[in-house]
């Protein structure tokens, strides 16, 4: 086991607070990386964890050691970066994130095109409606649908995408048609909610002559996958807040129509997230120049107005 192994254990073992998630994360056994926190120990001459049968918490020593390891790990990838720039051959793995409609509608299909044109570079895609924490993932990238506020992260933004609320024809001749907003928050009408851990939109921001008002919208329904939402909408049971590329095709079909037209949902952005390094990798940097050219490609006529 090198030392830089047994740093790079350590400090996802730190920053993940489990020695079993971080072996997970590194693709070792528990054993192996167990004994790398051991080793770093013996050769350190301190102890940088306390150990229980329930607890894994960091020692004062931990503590003090873990900016530096995070500064070594940098410099070192800094230094792979600027020799792979050099030879113009970046190689190795990068952890990406996105929303299961984002995921599957643009990231994943770019996935295979973007492996043909650098093989030396593989993807881990992980999909999920669930907000991310790059640090605690281990992730390079995480694309996004909506207006992140995190300022320690970079942002790549592709797009700015307009929304709308939408309903079947099927709902809305059984519940009638809303004349005004309020009537989404009284519950004269089924809301259709995106809820999961960490989600924002308990409210829908709308754009009303008085500026933008968020209304605590109700209804029995609620998924973590906004997927499920859309087909519960073509289903007739509720009204639903989405972007336009995500129901176009509906709305041309007439499976869906626009619910309140004049009174408009705020627009989202449709980006990535990457950590601030003061030379970012240029794996990560491939992989977002790529995509971004392939997502404003397939958003195409998607992004267009119905």
Not at 124 to 141: C, F, Q, Y
Not at 187 to 209: I, K, S, V, Y
Request: charged fraction near 25%.
């Amino acid at each position: 086991m090198s030392y830089i192994d047994n740093v790079k254990t350590f400090v996802r073992v730190y920053e993940l607070g489990n020695m079993s998630a971080a072996a997970r994360d590194q693709r070792i056994s528990p054993a192996v990386a167990s004994a790398r926190i051991s080793q770093l120990e013996d050769h350190l001459g301190v102890r940088l964890f306390q150990r229980t049968t329930r607890q894994l918490t960091p020692t004062e020593q931990g503590k003090l050691f873990y900016p530096g390891a995070v500064r070594v790990l940098e410099t070192i990838e800094e230094a792979e970066a600027a020799v792979q720039d050099i030879t113009q051959s970046p190689r190795g793995s990068i952890y990406v994130a996105a929303p299961l409609g984002i995921g599957r509608r643009f990231v994943a299909p770019a996935v295979p095109q973007f492996k043909e044109a650098y093989p030396l570079i593989d993807v881990r895609l992980r999909l999920s409606d669930r907000k991310v924490d790059l640090t605690a993932e281990g992730l390079d990238i995480a694309f996004f649908l909506g207006n992140p506020e995190d300022s320690t992260l970079k942002l790549r933004k592709f797009a700015d995408c307009p929304r709308l609320l939408c309903a079947s024809p099927k709902y809305l001749s059984k519940r009638g048609v809303p004349k005004s907003p309020d009537e989404l928050t009284d519950g004269t009408h089924d809301c259709l909610n995106l809820r999961f851990p960490g989600a924002q939109e308990f409210q829908w921001p709308l754009q009303t002559e008085a500026g933008v008002r968020k209304y605590p919208v109700t209804g029995p329904f609620e998924s973590d996958d906004g997927d499920v939402l859309t087909t519960w909408a073509l289903d007739g049971h509720g009204i639903v807040m989405k972007p336009y590329f995500d129901v176009v095709d509906h709305l041309r079909a007439g499976e869906l129509v626009p619910v309140l037209p004049d009174i408009k949902p705020t627009d989202v952005q449709l980006g990535c997230l990457y950590p601030h390094r003061r030379k970012q990798d240029p794996k990560s940097r491939l992989f977002i120049e790529f995509m971004a050219v392939s997502i404003g490609q397939r958003l195409g006529a998607k992004s267009r107005v119905v």
